[in-house]
């Protein structure tokens, strides 16, 4: 890690911080960030803190440029300004898996699983880095692949557990139930021991009870793992709910921040969704 | 773990099967029951047999279409040859000489699959199957102009037409188009044996290990693999590698059970062949391509009493297998046809669905 | 001199080559598969207008006709048995179909015209033009096949942008099911495809074996191999592309067979398609498609 500049903050711009976490190191800290496509702005200006164990929300009408803030976040793309530093160091010029590498794990909008492999097998694909096997130990099957085999089952057994998953150990991943797909993607971005999980749209396909069941799990998440969490949802009872700071984002542009009482009542969070007309509808809408 | 179990267990079925395979023929040649012909297929079905597993590697398991496996075989071939004619007398033992040659032939077919892997797995699907066809091409041309002798002053190569002079008492090892002659046949069966266990063994436990899920993640969804912090390239990078190595392997078995051999035997054809035996053998399946590269080596072997019918016929039921198992108008009707049988067993249909 | 005469025969040859690239970019383009049998039509194309011509006895004109039109039908029964019932599934299983069906064209031809070697003669039959006091010959094959290239190109470029039919083509390579919903018959685009593709490669068929007269049953295979690679260097999917590809394959084997290394030819020009891939991941022309995340 030490050809990228650690460059610890001074003073960080606290906003998504938690009480407890005050003075202690954010896990994300990303400052004016924007990215142009061609001539287009699709974000810009986008500056963030969050704080070691923050459950936090970042929503907006659709085309807001949530995802790809998400994308710019993990060092799929680029920015065209700004940096984003995870744990205090700049990613800038990171490939997506060194940035990974950096405690940053995510989940996807439209679900990437690797779905003709098990379940078990995709958590044990997200414990990838943690798995300390050499190569030759894999290829002649030397008593540190057995070792090391054996602590991966475990591990990778007792987060699927924790997801409630353990039961489709077996089962190959593509032929799960859409619900089912969407937490496995989480436990395996568990998997990679990261300090803070980005979660793209959760709770999208999923019906109620599945909802409410992943509100909880959410919690559950980061008081046992003491991850942080940043999440994109439409499913404002979620947001509402879970979140403990919420960003609000419009034209790839924060248009607020705040608690989610002070979010629900934002006049322009109200415009930015229902449009200008009806100011006395609230945000859920 | 049952998925565990399930694995080993198919593993364990593979080498069983490959196992019985060779001693049931080694009995039968050893009693004078199989005819100088058949004799004569068993080392290059085993090379074959080495050629499409390890393509299967780069192909089933990591989801890269290569057009250029023979150049490997190729490489892996020539080395052996020049590395067993120059230690015909440091190492009198022939089945050593023949290891060493197969292992300088992979290292080598290794190396350069490393080298060229740098800057050509950039590339992605079509674009790096058309590359890996250019280097085949590339590798031929080379080997059918390379004149490579040795005599008391050491080794001496070269590229230009006008071939190599060598001091009185030197001998030409590979004679540019010519190819190379006079090669020592090293290769027996029981040697193409051990390297099918070597194969299977490296490549099923690449398959089952840390190294095997990230290769397989990065064909299921490169994206997601990325994001769980798997550097692509380098788990690209890892299975050609291996790939280029086993192919060198079997190219140095396959060329030291001949006389003589030409590049133009490591040609598009053959990459075409070995790729043929992959598919029809299935995507990722090691025993299926084991299978598959017997029969199909045999098939037109077998069939030459045909004469000129028998690659029109091999053609025919290559396509014929291909619309088979993949059409879905056909998998319709098979499928039609297997629910009609499995009602008539209908104590198996758990059996059954267990398989499936 | 030298040069202008090596560069007018490499451009000639990469005519051919354009000819034969067209084919694989239109068929790669829309129906996003390899058809390595490609290569082989040629080789159809050459027999049935060298048997049109020295055993019917049939003028060129009509042996060139005939051939176009065998080699269309032909086009056609291919796709419609062999790939059409493999629509949708892995582009890799109707790749090794398609090695079938080149496999398949390979030995059917030697059953009908044997091994041997047949002595094309060529299809041109006016004498070369003398330039610079006889310092620079251009034959009539390469002044029939360049201008051969260029009306076809023309033709192709009014053809996919002016006609109905052309402009389905593009639709469907565009975007397959949009084109569907759109009413486009996606299996009728297809088989045209094909039609067009194989016709072209009748024409290509006769244009080599002119220059080349050496016809047997793989006379095909590497030129086909050879368009192939012109096809992605241009960018497989776009038809300037293939045809640019083309022309500049043949100048740059021309001139190291001329400069470099005759034996080499092969090494240098798929040594310059990695480079230029290494280069240009999608071909000269062709587009680069990020994947959305």
Same mark, same amino acid.
């Given at each position: 890690?030490?050809?990228?500049?650690?460059?610890?903050?001074?003073?960080?711009?606290?906003?998504?911080?938690?009480?407890?976490?005050?003075?202690?190191?954010?896990?994300?800290?990303?400052?004016?960030?924007?990215?142009?496509?061609?001539?287009?702005?699709?974000?810009?200006?986008?500056?963030?803190?969050?704080?070691?164990?923050?459950?936090?929300?970042?929503?907006?009408?659709?085309?807001?440029?949530?995802?790809?803030?998400?994308?710019?976040?993990?060092?799929?793309?680029?920015?065209?300004?700004?940096?984003?530093?995870?744990?205090?160091?700049?990613?800038?010029?990171?490939?997506?898996?060194?940035?990974?590498?950096?405690?940053?794990?995510?989940?996807?909008?439209?679900?990437?699983?690797?779905?003709?492999?098990?379940?078990?097998?995709?958590?044990?694909?997200?414990?990838?880095?943690?798995?300390?096997?050499?190569?030759?130990?894999?290829?002649?099957?030397?008593?540190?692949?057995?070792?090391?085999?054996?602590?991966?089952?475990?591990?990778?057994?007792?987060?699927?557990?924790?997801?409630?998953?353990?039961?489709?150990?077996?089962?190959?991943?593509?032929?799960?139930?859409?619900?089912?797909?969407?937490?496995?993607?989480?436990?395996?971005?568990?998997?990679?021991?990261?300090?803070?999980?980005?979660?793209?749209?959760?709770?999208?396909?999923?019906?109620?009870?599945?909802?409410?069941?992943?509100?909880?799990?959410?919690?559950?998440?980061?008081?046992?793992?003491?991850?942080?969490?940043?999440?994109?949802?439409?499913?404002?009872?979620?947001?509402?709910?879970?979140?403990?700071?919420?960003?609000?984002?419009?034209?790839?542009?924060?248009?607020?921040?705040?608690?989610?009482?002070?979010?629900?009542?934002?006049?322009?969070?109200?415009?930015?969704?229902?449009?200008?007309?009806?100011?006395?509808?609230?945000?859920?809408? | 773990?049952?998925?565990?179990?399930?694995?080993?267990?198919?593993?364990?079925?593979?080498?069983?099967?490959?196992?019985?395979?060779?001693?049931?023929?080694?009995?039968?040649?050893?009693?004078?029951?199989?005819?100088?012909?058949?004799?004569?297929?068993?080392?290059?079905?085993?090379?074959?047999?080495?050629?499409?597993?390890?393509?299967?590697?780069?192909?089933?398991?990591?989801?890269?279409?290569?057009?250029?496996?023979?150049?490997?075989?190729?490489?892996?071939?020539?080395?052996?040859?020049?590395?067993?004619?120059?230690?015909?007398?440091?190492?009198?033992?022939?089945?050593?000489?023949?290891?060493?040659?197969?292992?300088?032939?992979?290292?080598?077919?290794?190396?350069?699959?490393?080298?060229?892997?740098?800057?050509?797995?950039?590339?992605?699907?079509?674009?790096?199957?058309?590359?890996?066809?250019?280097?085949?091409?590339?590798?031929?041309?080379?080997?059918?102009?390379?004149?490579?002798?040795?005599?008391?002053?050491?080794?001496?190569?070269?590229?230009?037409?006008?071939?190599?002079?060598?001091?009185?008492?030197?001998?030409?090892?590979?004679?540019?188009?010519?190819?190379?002659?006079?090669?020592?046949?090293?290769?027996?069966?029981?040697?193409?044996?051990?390297?099918?266990?070597?194969?299977?063994?490296?490549?099923?436990?690449?398959?089952?290990?840390?190294?095997?899920?990230?290769?397989?993640?990065?064909?299921?969804?490169?994206?997601?693999?990325?994001?769980?912090?798997?550097?692509?390239?380098?788990?690209?990078?890892?299975?050609?590698?291996?790939?280029?190595?086993?192919?060198?392997?079997?190219?140095?078995?396959?060329?030291?059970?001949?006389?003589?051999?030409?590049?133009?035997?490591?040609?598009?054809?053959?990459?075409?062949?070995?790729?043929?035996?992959?598919?029809?053998?299935?995507?990722?399946?090691?025993?299926?391509?084991?299978?598959?590269?017997?029969?199909?080596?045999?098939?037109?072997?077998?069939?030459?009493?045909?004469?000129?019918?028998?690659?029109?016929?091999?053609?025919?039921?290559?396509?014929?297998?291909?619309?088979?198992?993949?059409?879905?108008?056909?998998?319709?009707?098979?499928?039609?046809?297997?629910?009609?049988?499995?009602?008539?067993?209908?104590?198996?249909?758990?059996?059954?669905?267990?398989?499936? | 001199?030298?040069?202008?005469?090596?560069?007018?025969?490499?451009?000639?040859?990469?005519?051919?080559?354009?000819?034969?690239?067209?084919?694989?970019?239109?068929?790669?383009?829309?129906?996003?598969?390899?058809?390595?049998?490609? @290569?082989?039509?040629?080789?159809?194309?050459?027999?049935?207008?060298?048997?049109?011509?020295?055993?019917?006895?049939?003028?060129?004109?009509?042996?060139?006709?005939?051939?176009?039109?065998?080699?269309?039908?032909?086009?056609?029964?291919?796709?419609?048995?062999?790939?059409?019932?493999?629509?949708?599934?892995?582009?890799?299983?109707?790749?090794?179909?398609?090695?079938?069906?080149?496999?398949?064209?390979?030995?059917?031809?030697?059953?009908?015209?044997?091994?041997?070697?047949?002595?094309?003669?060529?299809?041109?039959?006016?004498?070369?033009?003398?330039?610079?006091?006889?310092?620079?010959?251009?034959?009539?094959?390469?002044?029939?096949?360049?201008?051969?290239?260029?009306?076809?190109?023309?033709?192709?470029?009014?053809?996919? @942008?002016?006609?109905?039919?052309?402009?389905?083509?593009?639709?469907?390579?565009?975007?397959?099911?949009?084109?569907?919903?759109?009413?486009?018959?996606?299996?009728?685009?297809?088989?045209?495809?094909?039609?067009? @593709?194989?016709?072209?490669?009748?024409?290509?068929?006769?244009?080599?074996?002119?220059?080349?007269?050496?016809?047997?049953?793989?006379?095909?295979?590497?030129?086909?191999?050879?368009?192939?690679?012109?096809?992605?260097? @241009?960018?497989?999917?776009?038809?300037?592309?293939?045809?640019?590809?083309?022309?500049?394959?043949?100048?740059?084997?021309?001139?190291?067979?001329?400069?470099?290394?005759?034996?080499?030819?092969?090494?240098?020009?798929?040594?310059?398609?990695?480079?230029?891939?290494?280069?240009?991941?999608?071909?000269?022309?062709?587009?680069?498609?990020?994947?959305?995340?």
């Amino acid at each position: 890690m030490n050809e990228y500049s650690k460059k610890i903050l001074k003073v960080p711009t606290v906003t998504f911080v938690r009480e407890q976490d005050q003075g202690k190191q954010p896990v994300l800290d990303v400052r004016n960030l924007g990215i142009d496509f061609g001539g287009l702005t699709a974000v810009d200006g986008f500056n963030i803190t969050i704080g070691p164990t923050e459950i936090s929300g970042l929503i907006g009408p659709n085309g807001a440029g949530k995802t790809t803030i998400f994308n710019l976040l993990t060092g799929v793309y680029q920015p065209t300004r700004g940096s984003v530093l995870v744990n205090g160091i700049d990613i800038k010029g990171m490939p997506v898996h060194k940035v990974n590498k950096l405690g940053i794990a995510r989940t996807f909008q439209n679900i990437r699983l690797f779905t003709d492999m098990s379940v078990l097998d995709n958590v044990k694909v997200g414990m990838h880095n943690d798995i300390k096997c050499s190569f030759f130990e894999s290829v002649l099957h030397l008593p540190g692949y057995y070792k090391a085999e054996k602590r991966a089952n475990q591990k990778a057994m007792e987060l699927l557990d924790f997801m409630g998953l353990a039961e489709f150990a077996d089962t190959k991943a593509g032929s799960l139930p859409y619900g089912v797909q969407r937490r496995l993607e989480i436990v395996r971005a568990l998997a990679t021991n990261p300090s803070v999980i980005l979660l793209d749209e959760p709770a999208a396909g999923m019906n109620p009870s599945e909802t409410t069941e992943l509100m909880h799990q959410i919690r559950r998440i980061r008081d046992t793992f003491h991850v942080a969490i940043f999440l994109i949802e439409h499913d404002m009872n979620l947001v509402m709910n879970v979140c403990e700071a919420i960003a609000v984002v419009n034209y790839g542009r924060i248009i607020a921040k705040g608690t989610p009482d002070e979010i629900r009542t934002n006049p322009a969070v109200i415009e930015a969704y229902l449009g200008k007309e009806e100011g006395d509808a609230n945000a859920e809408g | 773990m049952k998925k565990l179990n399930r694995n080993q267990v198919k593993n364990a079925s593979t080498y069983i099967l490959v196992t019985a395979a060779f001693l049931i023929l080694q009995v039968l040649s050893t009693q004078g029951k199989l005819n100088s012909t058949t004799k004569g297929f068993l080392v290059p079905a085993c090379a074959y047999i080495v050629l499409a597993v390890s393509l299967n590697l780069l192909v089933g398991i990591c989801g890269e279409l290569s057009l250029g496996h023979a150049g490997f075989m190729g490489i892996g071939a020539f080395t052996g040859i020049v590395v067993t004619s120059l230690l015909a007398e440091a190492v009198p033992n022939g089945v050593l000489r023949l290891v060493m040659g197969m292992i300088a032939g992979g290292v080598l077919a290794g190396v350069v699959g490393f080298l060229i892997g740098i800057p050509v797995l950039r590339l992605r699907g079509d674009y790096l199957a058309i590359v890996t066809l250019a280097f085949g091409e590339i590798m031929k041309n080379v080997f059918g102009n390379l004149y490579l002798g040795v005599d008391e002053t050491g080794l001496h190569a070269t590229l230009k037409t006008e071939g190599l002079t060598l001091a009185e008492g030197g001998k030409m090892i590979i004679s540019g188009p010519r190819g190379a002659t006079g090669i020592t046949k090293l290769s027996t069966f029981a040697i193409g044996f051990v390297l099918i266990l070597f194969t299977l063994f490296v490549v099923q436990n690449l398959i089952n290990s840390r190294e095997g899920r990230a290769i397989k993640a990065v064909r299921d969804n490169r994206i997601a693999a990325e994001s769980v912090g798997i550097n692509v390239t380098a788990f690209r990078m890892k299975a050609f590698v291996v790939s280029a190595f086993l192919a060198g392997m079997a190219g140095a078995l396959y060329a030291m059970n001949y006389g003589s051999i030409t590049a133009s035997k490591f040609n598009f054809n053959t990459s075409i062949n070995i790729l043929v035996f992959v598919v029809l053998g299935g995507m990722g399946n090691i025993l299926g391509s084991i299978i598959s590269a017997t029969v199909l080596y045999i098939l037109p072997e077998a069939m030459r009493g045909l004469q000129d019918y028998r690659m029109i016929l091999y053609a025919v039921v290559l396509i014929l297998v291909m619309l088979f198992t993949w059409s879905p108008k056909m998998k319709d009707i098979i499928s039609v046809v297997t629910d009609k049988v499995r009602g008539v067993f209908r104590k198996n249909e758990k059996e059954a669905a267990f398989h499936e | 001199m030298k040069i202008i005469q090596y560069l007018i025969n490499g451009i000639s040859i990469g005519s051919v080559y354009a000819i034969i690239a067209l084919g694989y970019t239109m068929v790669y383009g829309i129906a996003k598969m390899l058809n390595f049998a490609h @290569g082989d039509i040629i080789m159809v194309g050459a027999y049935i207008s060298f048997c049109v011509t020295n055993y019917l006895g049939l003028p060129v004109v009509v042996s060139i006709l005939a051939a176009m039109a065998v080699c269309t039908a032909l086009g056609m029964l291919i796709e419609a048995l062999a790939y059409k019932p493999l629509r949708g599934t892995p582009s890799l299983a109707v790749l090794i179909t398609a090695i079938g069906v080149s496999y398949f064209l390979q030995n059917a031809a030697q059953l009908i015209w044997s091994s041997s070697p047949k002595n094309y003669t060529s299809v041109v039959t006016f004498q070369p033009l003398r330039l610079a006091g006889g310092q620079l010959v251009i034959t009539g094959e390469v002044i029939v096949t360049i201008i051969a290239s260029i009306v076809i190109m023309v033709g192709l470029t009014w053809f996919t @942008g002016k006609t109905r039919t052309g402009k389905a083509m593009r639709a469907v390579s565009e975007d397959r099911e949009a084109a569907e919903l759109m009413g486009i018959s996606v299996n009728k685009t297809i088989s045209t495809t094909f039609a067009i @593709g194989s016709a072209l490669a009748a024409i290509a068929g006769v244009l080599l074996c002119s220059t080349v007269p050496t016809l047997q049953p793989t006379t095909g295979s590497m030129p086909g191999i050879r368009a192939f690679t012109a096809a992605v260097l @241009g960018g497989i999917g776009s038809i300037p592309g293939a045809m640019l590809g083309g022309i500049l394959l043949g100048v740059i084997e021309t001139f190291s067979k001329a400069y470099l290394s005759p034996q080499f030819s092969d090494a240098i020009v798929f040594g310059v398609l990695i480079v230029i891939l290494l280069v240009k991941p999608a071909g000269l022309l062709g587009k680069q498609v990020q994947e959305k995340v």
